[in-house]
T-cell receptor, first 116, second 116 residues
Framework: NAGVMQNPRHLVRRRGQEARLRCSPMKGHSHVYWYRQLPEEGLKFMVYLQKENIIDESGMPKERFSAEFPKEGPSILRIQQVVRGDSAAYFC??????????????FGPGTRLTVL | AQTVTQSQPEMSVQEAETVTLSCTYDTSESDYYLFWYKQPPSRQMILVIRQEAYKQQNATENRFSVNFQKAAKSFSLKISDSQLGDAAMYFCAYRTYNNAGNMLTFGGGTRLMVKP
């Protein structure tokens, strides 16, 4: 059973460009979480999605950032008009269906975004 | 909102010795989960150990154990017989118990160095 897949692993963008980060959850997982890790800091929650639904986006910046998890295909975190402050590692995690008291989140290897 | 604090930015331990990493948290909830994650240089997030707040018994996983003090809102990690492969960033994390709020709240991390 493959783990959580993220691509690309490294992404370089110039200021003003768009960044698209992809996350394929583990097989059988329908919940996806995105976290951002700035240098020398802990991970910060951004958004929680289920298939075709955003459940909680309380950690997402109000502008330029969006996320989706379509019925088919990976979850996408999209950052428009990137700025240098967006440079960070972006981690995706997935878990199984809700209804269980404990849903372990399995993390992907992360995408390191560098904005020049 | 919940907060997680790790007051030790860096810790050092001699190989084969024991080290304790500290974590405190703030919450008004009575039921929740606490976790310790390891992040080696590869940046992959690895779950080390978890604790359910309703359990009085401290969790143990081989050389890793926790000291969970619910009243003091303290959750420290003890690593016994430290090995060179234990060198990494360690993050303490909190998760609410109910299924609607699945996001993890992380502390700022402690960098553990292991001396041969």
């Amino acid at each position: 059973n493959a783990g959580v897949m993220q691509n690309p692993r490294h992404l370089v963008r110039r200021r003003g460009q768009e960044a698209r980060l992809r996350c394929s959850p583990m097989k059988g997982h329908s919940h996806v979480y995105w976290y951002r890790q700035l240098p020398e800091e802990g991970l910060k929650f951004m958004v929680y999605l289920q298939k075709e639904n955003i459940i909680d986006e309380s950690g997402m910046p109000k502008e330029r950032f969006s996320a989706e998890f379509p019925k088919e295909g990976p979850s996408i975190l999209r950052i428009q008009q990137v700025v240098r402050g967006d440079s960070a590692a972006y981690f995706c995690a997935s878990s199984r269906l809700a209804g269980e008291a404990y849903n372990e989140q399995f993390f992907g290897p992360g995408t390191r975004l560098t904005v020049l | 909102a919940q907060t997680v604090t790790q007051s030790q930015p860096e810790m050092s331990v001699q190989e084969a010795e024991t080290v304790t990493l500290s974590c405190t948290y703030d919450t008004s909830e009575s039921d929740y989960y606490l976790f310790w994650y390891k992040q080696p240089p590869s940046r992959q997030m690895i779950l080390v150990i978890r604790q359910e707040a309703y359990k009085q018994q401290n969790a143990t996983e081989n050389r890793f154990s926790v000291n969970f003090q619910k009243a003091a809102k303290s959750f420290s990690l003890k690593i016994s017989d430290s090995q060179l492969g234990d060198a990494a960033m360690y993050f303490c994390a909190y998760r609410t118990y109910n299924n609607a709020g699945n996001m993890l709240t992380f502390g700022g991390g402690t960098r553990l160095m292991v001396k041969p």
